[in-house]
């Protein structure tokens, strides 16, 4: 008889029947399927409850940090303190000291009630940090890191880019961040970047290959949309409350809207929340939609897709689900991350606003084609992107590590 896996995933968010980000529709769709495997007997840490619904699973599974009111809770917040605002804090001030010992104390409540882990999930960086603890407390179960992103990396980029103090401010971030997040990682038996580029990172760390696997992000498939462009229209899609987002969608507006002033078109900014600089370039010619009910009706009638992205790290989900759609995408080395598409098949890289300028003639001119660009990124996608096939490895990995075998 084969063997249940005990199974505990430490989480920064609950699980829900929808998340509002990327990743966690990636981590609601791989738990669902573990939680539902008779396989694995799957309990779930949560350090953050969003208030959103959970999935239908017993709460004797779930244990979610809930906010608190009252004299107890802002005890709790004056002890975190040092864990947000401490340069040196030893988590990298990635996980409040709140929540470390809320996972700590419901770890040693569920190995004193019996259920003791022979795998342990560490989802997104905020968890993986605290492979340290983890180890000390289960020493036999396995560690799996699921990065969706390598922080460090998004870190360096931002030292890259902002100036004066606030550059030296990320330049030591991501120095301390880089050291603590790797270290976590070595204690880690299996590592998931959600990005194949993080995988090649990881390589030249010195992590050996075998203890890496890629895990594909889940995605909304959007091949079924029937393009049909108004001819106008240039999108540029995201969650806008994020400065990756309102910097990249400003630089566009800054950078290459003057170049094209002689074409008749109209720059569309897609997602909710917004920024009140961004929201002041609202005219004729710039539209700022903030929240919408749906996104497809932008990817049948816009001409293209632009994300000339200035911030960020790891795998861009708009991205993916924008080649889905057949919607020709114009971006840079940011924005293409983690996805092997081929420039001038696939997709148009555009680095510098006079590329972005060349390219969006071209496209409008019929001088690149969009219909092929658009046939070329469905089956890119189709061909590349199979989270079905992502899952089966990843149970795979889960038993052969739960039952004691090495990856």
Request: aromatic share 12%; net charge positive; glycine share 6%.
């Amino acid at each position: 008889m084969e063997k249940i896996i005990n199974t505990l995933w430490v989480s920064q968010n609950t699980p829900t029947q929808k998340a509002e980000k990327a990743g966690g529709n990636t981590f609601n769709y791989y738990f669902k399927s573990f939680y539902n495997d008779s396989r694995f007997n799957v309990k779930v840490i949560a350090l953050t409850n969003d208030g959103l619904p959970l999935m239908d699973m017993n709460p004797k599974d779930c244990f979610s940090l809930k906010r608190e009111g009252g004299f107890r809770n802002k005890i709790k917040k004056i002890s975190s303190i040092e864990s947000k605002y401490n340069p040196f804090n030893r988590n990298a001030n990635l996980i409040s000291n709140k929540m470390e010992k809320f996972a700590v104390q419901k770890i040693r409540y569920l190995l004193e009630n019996g259920f003791v882990p022979d795998v342990v999930i560490l989802e997104w960086t905020q968890c993986v940090v605290l492979a340290n603890i983890i180890k000390a407390l289960i020493p036999k179960a396995k560690l799996i890191a699921s990065e969706h992103d390598l922080t460090f990396i998004a870190y360096q980029r931002k030292a890259a880019f902002y100036k004066g103090l606030k550059k030296l401010y990320w330049q030591y971030k991501y120095k301390h961040e880089k050291k603590i997040e790797l270290q976590a990682l070595k204690l880690c038996d299996l590592i998931m970047p959600h990005n194949p580029d993080n995988a090649d990172v990881l390589k030249k760390e010195g992590f050996s290959e075998n203890r890496i696997q890629w895990l594909v992000p889940y995605f909304n498939k959007l091949n079924h949309i029937r393009r049909n462009p108004n001819d106008r229209d240039i999108l540029f899609f995201g969650a806008m409350a994020r400065p990756e987002n309102y910097l990249s969608a400003i630089w566009f507006i800054e950078n290459v809207m003057p170049k094209i002033d002689d074409l008749d078109i109209r720059f569309v900014v897609l997602g909710s929340g917004s920024n009140e600089k961004l929201k002041s370039y609202e005219g004729k010619r710039i539209h700022i939609t903030g929240y919408v009910e749906s996104i497809e009706p932008y990817f049948e009638q816009s001409v293209c897709l632009v994300a000339p992205l200035v911030l960020g790290a790891g795998i861009k989900i708009k991205i993916i689900e924008a080649l889905s759609a057949g919607l020709p995408v114009l971006t840079n080395n940011i924005g293409i991350e983690g996805i092997p598409a081929v420039n001038g098949k696939d997709y148009i890289h555009c680095e510098s606003a006079k590329e972005y300028e060349t390219a969006i003639r071209s496209i409008f001119s019929k001088e690149i084609s969009p219909d092929e660009l658009s046939s070329n990124s469905v089956k890119f996608i189709e061909k590349n992107y199979c989270f079905e096939d992502s899952l089966a490895k990843y149970k795979d990995a889960i038993l052969r590590l739960g039952q004691g075998f090495r990856q």
